[in-house]
């Protein structure tokens, strides 16, 4: 990494668009601070203990080129409401006046589409007022810029992505409120693309004044019914049969699924936030981030060959890991779902040969465990898998053959470690 790489801050780098935005940052030769929890998936230099409303550290904000600020705390959006007191609102102003004093350039404010002192949802009006009180700043000038987010998909299933992800694959039929409303869905990757364009790009107007608000959202609205439909068709190849509710039965479904076992807990700010969306023009800000959007059937298309891909790469690792002991359905599903939730939710794209054969793995397995290594991560994960599903105590009954096999098996699979180890870092 060179000495005139641009230096970004991120906080919220551990949640859904963080994570990927950290990793897309440090693949392009960035250099990644982060304020906060760091992403389970990647090996970071510079990492600071921080939460919301804190002052960050003087060492973080040192020779910055850039702020993308994601982090948000939903418990205070519940607690707090759109008060005054909410830490989301207080700790943005304390971390972006602490930016703008250290001579940040660029302070993005991670935003939403649904952002509107109307918003029926916390979330909406505090997004909002945020919005409003970062831009009342009186350093932040033209270095201040918010990006308004849609609907965003893709990558792993977290956040209202892997939400609705479960909802479309529990049945057949589904009851569902607000099918009319229209959502802008954008995948994660483009997200993050525009992400980076507004902290490190050149913008248009730049030194003539630079617009406050981009909008990071699909272009061509569609119905939330139409998309929940195009959702189920990449997740399962199946169709589904829509029931509208209104919404006051929708929120008390909402607080059902927390009392009732084995349903996804849905919240009701989602809820609420879905219900009061209404479509803005992104066309022009997309264009003008240099950001093309792919028609989500065709990224959701792909999705499904990824997710073969991962599937046939979690059987290979449970296969290794146990000696070919376990590769149930059940254990492999299991291990898919933990890479969705800490492994960063796409294949590694290991050889074929290795699918077909998964003792090849050995060549390409680290000498040492670290974190950030992707193989190693998970690897550590398959045996996990492994240990919880085996019963009872487990003999090992190793014999001398045995024992001189795995012997030549290392000195022989020890250069191609070597050489191969650091692949999937």
């Known amino acids: 990494m060179g000495p005139e790489s641009p230096r970004l801050l991120v906080t919220g ?8 935005l950290v990793e897309l940052a440090t693949e392009r030769g960035i250099d990644v601070i982060v304020l906060g929890t760091p992403p389970r998936v990647q090996e970071l230099r510079h990492a600071h203990a921080w939460r919301l409303g804190d002052r960050p550290p003087e060492e973080a904000l040192r ?10 705390s939903w418990d205070a959006d519940s607690e707090c ?3 005054s007191g909410n830490i989301n609102l207080v700790g943005s ?7 703008f004093a250290a001579q940040v350039s660029r302070f993005v404010f991670a935003s939403t589409t649904s952002a509107r002192p109307t918003a029926l949802n916390s979330y909406g009006r505090i997004k909002h007022l945020t919005e409003t009180r970062l831009m009342e700043v009186p350093q932040a000038g033209q270095r201040l810029i918010c990006a308004r987010i849609g609907l965003v998909y893709g990558g792993p299933e977290r956040g209202q992505y892997g939400l609705m992800s479960k909802l479309v694959r529990l049945a057949p039929v589904l009851p569902m409120f607000g099918l009319d409303r229209e959502v802008q869905p954008i995948h994660l990757d483009e997200v993050c693309e525009g992400l980076l364009a507004l902290a490190l790009g050149a913008l248009p107007g730049e030194g003539n004044g630079l617009r406050r608000a981009y909008v990071l959202a699909g272009p061509e609205p569609v119905t939330f019914g139409a998309w929940l439909r195009t959702l189920r068709r990449a997740l399962t190849g199946r169709g589904i049969i829509l029931l509208p509710v209104p919404v006051s039965a929708a929120l008390l479904a909402c607080d059902l699924t927390r009392i ?8 009701r700010e989602r809820v609420l936030g879905l219900a009061s969306t209404e479509p803005m023009a992104s066309a022009a ?11 989500p059937s065709i990224r959701l298309a792909d999705f499904r060959a990824e997710r073969r891909r991962m599937v046939a ?15 149930s359905r059940s254990a492999v599903g299991r291990l898919v779902r933990g890479i969705d939730r800490y492994g ?11 699918l077909g054969c998964p003792s090849f793995l050995r060549a390409f397995e680290p000498l040492r465990r670290h974190r950030g290594h992707r193989l190693a991560e998970r690897l550590h994960l398959a045996a996990m898998v492994i240990e919880s599903a085996q019963r009872g105590p487990q003999r090992s009954c190793r014999n001398f053959g045995s024992i001189l096999g795995q012997a030549v098996t290392e000195a022989v699979a020890l250069p191609f470690r070597l050489i191969l180890g650091g692949r999937f870092q």
């Open 344 to 354: 960063g939710g796409r294949s590694l794209g290991l050889p074929r040969f290795v």
């Open 13 to 20: 780098a551990s949640g859904y668009i963080g994570a990927r």
């Open 63 to 72: 020779s910055l080129t850039a702020v993308i600020h994601l982090a948000h």
């Open 285 to 295: 800000d997309l264009s003008a981030l240099g950001i093309k959007i792919v028609d």
């Open 93 to 99: 102003e304390v971390l972006a006046r602490a930016s």
């Open 313 to 327: 790469e979690a059987a290979a690792m449970l296969d290794y890991v146990s000696r070919g002991k376990i590769r």
């Open 260 to 267: 009732v076992p084995f349903l996804p807990v849905v919240d």
């Open 81 to 83: 409401n759109s008060s």
